[in-house]
Nanobody
Framework: QVQLVESGGGLVQAGGSLRLSCVASGRIFSLDVMGWYRQAPGNQRELVAEITSSGTTNYADSVKGRFAISRDNAKNTMYLQMNSLKSEDTAVYYC???????????????WGQGTQVTVSS
């Protein structure tokens, strides 16, 4: 079994900062791409940022220059530093991990339970 546990969400004023964390645990052989997605009420879930095992990053245009994704492979942990937050960043943020359960296994896709980020204007 694999578990993804997110933390760091909360209520912040516009212009403020938050740091999200996602820790993967369980029978993990290797982690591939890790990413953060978000879903606001009435909207589809969208990619915020993702990072490969070698550190290559990709960001949604709406967060470029404000958010920074990183990972600590030794700790099976991913972070999202969110600065200059705006009201439109309000959403539930989900951790997503693609991983292998064993050598030569296919990639499996896992989601965290989500953490609420609310930005007040």
């Amino acid at each position: 079994q694999v578990q993804l546990v997110e933390s760091g969400g909360g209520l912040v004023q516009a212009g403020g900062s938050l740091r999200l964390s996602c820790v993967a645990s369980g029978r993990i052989f290797s982690l591939d791409v890790m990413g953060w997605y978000r879903q606001a009420p009435g909207n589809q879930r969208e990619l915020v940022a993702e990072i490969t095992s070698s550190g290559t990053t990709n960001y949604a245009d709406s967060v470029k220059g404000r958010f920074a994704i990183s990972r600590d492979n030794a700790k099976n942990t991913m972070y999202l530093q969110m600065n200059s937050l705006k009201s439109e960043d309000t959403a539930v943020y989900y951790c997503n991990v693609k991983l292998r359960l064993g050598e030569g296994s296919p990639l499996f896709n896992y989601w965290g339970q989500g953490t609420q980020v609310t930005v007040s204007s």
